[in-house]
């Protein structure tokens, strides 16, 4: 059975930093786009993060503008885990985070995840 399980979320300040991480379990992902969504109260999810595998050990990095220069995404494949690594928070931050896994791109408008996590609540205060 294929897991995403989120932690790291909290609340912090306004500038302040989380860090979040995603572990997977139930097979391996390393030829898998693994990412980042989020979703605030009333709106609908919107992408913040994905690694896509580009062939052996090469992944690339997209961001989402909001985001670009302040969130880091990095995996590390020997925990089958990805991280969100996340600075500068503004309270427009504030929303549910949601890891996913996906055989195709991530990055693409309407993509739909093959695996989701639960979500864990990041809240920024100002």
């Known amino acids: 059975q294929v897991q995403l ?11 302040g930093s989380l ?24 709106k ?7 690694l896509t595998w580009g062939g052996g050990s090469v992944y690339y990095a997209d961001y989402a503008d909001s985001v670009k220069g302040r969130f880091t995404i990095s ?3 020997s925990k089958n885990t990805v ?15 949601y890891c996913a896994a996906n055989t195709g ?5 309407g993509t739909k995840a093959e695996y989701w996590g639960q979500g864990t609540q990041v809240t920024v205060s100002s």
């Open 5 to 15: 399980v989120e932690s790291g979320g909290g609340l912090v300040q306004a500038g």
């Open 19 to 42: 860090r979040l991480s995603c572990a997977a379990s139930g097979r391996t992902f390393i030829n898998y786009a693994m990412g980042w969504f989020r979703q605030a109260p009333g």
């Open 44 to 50: 609908e999810r919107e992408f913040v993060a994905a």
């Open 75 to 77: 995996r590390d494949n």
């Open 83 to 97: 991280y969100l690594q996340m600075n500068s928070l503004k309270p427009e931050d504030t929303a549910v985070y």
């Open 105 to 109: 791109s991530l990055v693409l408008p």
